[in-house]
């Protein structure tokens, strides 16, 4: 069963990997691939908040270093992509930098954590 699971993992970063770059390379038929409409981003984006606060509270509470690393790392990448995405269209994005510098950090000290 763990063989299996693991063999999903590895599908879904296949499919998340294949959405990503679609998105990037095209980003209307990636939003239509994914069903996802621009004008529904906001809301979108609160239910992924909510769905990672979950993961960071249940990796914390059972105290899971591995889960949180991932955790930590996603949203060091999340974090440092808005400031990139912010800071080129000149909107404020210091916050950002500092919750995906804080998270890069977190990460790096959860390395220790998983010996």
Do not use: K
Not at 21 to 34: D, K, Y
Not at 87 to 99: C, E, K, T
Request: glycine share 10%; with cysteine.
């Amino acid at each position: 069963m763990a063989t299996l699971v693991n063999w999903l993992g590895w599908l879904l970063a296949l499919a998340m990997i294949c959405v990503t770059l679609l998105l990037a390379f095209n980003r209307q038929s990636g939003l239509r691939l994914i069903q996802h409409r621009v004008e529904m981003l906001p809301r979108a984006m609160l239910v992924r908040y909510a769905g990672l606060t979950a993961l960071a509270l249940i990796a914390s509470w059972i105290g899971a270093p591995r889960v949180l690393f991932g955790l930590l790392v996603a949203i060091a990448v999340i974090g440092l992509g808005d400031t990139y995405i912010y800071r080129r269209a000149g909107h404020p994005f210091w916050l950002h930098l500092a919750i995906g510098g804080a998270a890069a950090i977190g990460a790096f000290l959860s390395l220790f954590t998983m010996s």
